[in-house]
């Protein structure tokens, strides 16, 4: 988890690893922290047996480095 919520953020104490989970606990507030997430989406773009890969412009010559369609999420977007 990084260096993210070594600190509860409401009372200012130290937080302890989570005993199951992939997070932190305050055990002054009995608060848990969660990473945060950037979430992403990909998309996989058929048509029949053909698949859409994209591909970065910037590669070097030659380097393969094609992928499926994905973006991070952007905050103006509606996720329904
Ligand atoms: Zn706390």
Do not use: N
Request: some cysteine; charged content about 25%.
């Amino acid at each position: 988890m990084g260096t993210t919520h070594r600190y509860c953020g409401s009372c200012g104490k130290p937080t302890v690893a989570h005993a199951a989970d992939r997070a932190r606990d305050c055990p002054e507030c009995r608060l848990t922290f969660y990473p945060r997430i950037s979430p992403v989406v990909m998309a996989l773009v058929t048509r029949g047996r053909q698949l859409l890969l994209t591909r970065k412009p910037g590669y070097a010559p030659g380097a393969i480095r094609w992928s499926r369609v994905s973006s991070r999420r952007e905050r103006r977007w509606s996720m329904r």
